[in-house]
Nanobody
Framework: QVQLMESGGGLVQPGGSLRLSCAAS????????MGWYRQAPGKQRELVAT???????NYADSVKGRFTISRDNAKNTVYLKMDSLKPEDTAVYYC????????????????WGQGTQVTVSS
């Protein structure tokens, strides 16, 4: 099995910063895509940012220029640095990973973390 453990959420004032971390553990051969999604109350889950093992990134338009995704492939960990936070960034943030569990398994399996709450409020 594979587990994703998020940390770093909390309450922050508008304009502030937070850094989320997500560490993957368990039966892992490689991870291609890792990233972050979020879900605000009453809304659908949406992509925030993703990053391939090769370093290619994809950001939602709403966070471009404010959020930065990064990875430590050796630690199977992905980070999300969030700057200039706005109240509309308030949501539960979920880590996601496409994990190849063994060398002889040619495809990845998608996993989700439990989520971490980010609240932006004065």
């Amino acid at each position: 099995q594979v587990q994703l453990m998020e940390s770093g959420g909390g309450l922050v004032q508008p304009g502030g910063s937070l850094r989320l971390s997500c560490a993957a553990s368990g039966s892992i051969f490689s991870i291609n895509l890792m990233g972050w999604y979020r879900q605000a109350p009453g809304k659908q889950r949406e992509l925030v940012a993703t990053m391939t093992s090769g370093g290619s990134t994809n950001y939602a338009d709403s966070v471009k220029g404010r959020f930065t995704i990064s990875r430590d492939n050796a630690k199977n960990t992905v980070y999300l640095k969030m700057d200039s936070l706005k109240p509309e960034d308030t949501a539960v943030y979920y880590c996601n990973a496409d994990v190849r569990r063994a060398a002889w398994v040619p495809y990845g399996t998608n996993y989700w973390g439990q989520g971490t709450q980010v609240t932006v409020s004065s």
